[in-house]
Nanobody, 126 residues
Framework: QVQLRESGGGSVQAGGSLRLSCAAS????????IVWFRQAPGKEREGVAL????????YYADSVKGRFTISKDNAKNTVDLHLNTLEPEDTAMYYCAAPTYKMIGGARCSNMNEYWGQGILVTVSK
């Protein structure tokens, strides 16, 4: 079993920045890749950023490319999402997950088992 826990959300004005952190615990050796998702009210869930545990590559959805950066610290079992130049349209619940299958930016994230964090709210005001 793996537990994922997000932290760092909150409220910010447009143009501002936030850093979200995802801490993994448990049997983390089984995690191959992590995806940050978000879901805005009334909208479908969207995968926004992908990072691999053992490959130094990152991938992003077009909606956040150039504004968001995903990073990892394998020693601490954390994956961060740096949100810059935030827009009101970025308001959403953000989740870190180890999905069994997700395509982000033409790359595939695949894990044997699927795990999700509880989510954290990001609110961007005009």
């Amino acid at each position: 079993q793996v537990q994922l826990r997000e932290s760092g959300g909150g409220s910010v004005q447009a143009g501002g920045s936030l850093r979200l952190s995802c801490a993994a615990s448990g049997d983390t050796d089984n995690i191959n890749c992590i995806v940050w998702f978000r879901q805005a009210p009334g909208k479908e869930r969207e995968g926004v950023a992908l990072i691999y545990r053992n490959i130094e590559e990152t991938y992003y959805a077009d909606s956040v490319k150039g504004r968001f950066t995903i990073s990892k610290d394998n020693a601490k079992n954390t994956v961060d999402l740096h949100l810059n130049t935030l827009e009101p349209e970025d308001t959403a619940m953000y989740y870190c997950a180890a999905p069994t299958y997700k395509m982000i930016g033409g790359a595939r994230c695949s894990n044997m088992n699927e795990y999700w964090g509880q989510g954290i709210l990001v609110t961007v005001s005009k």
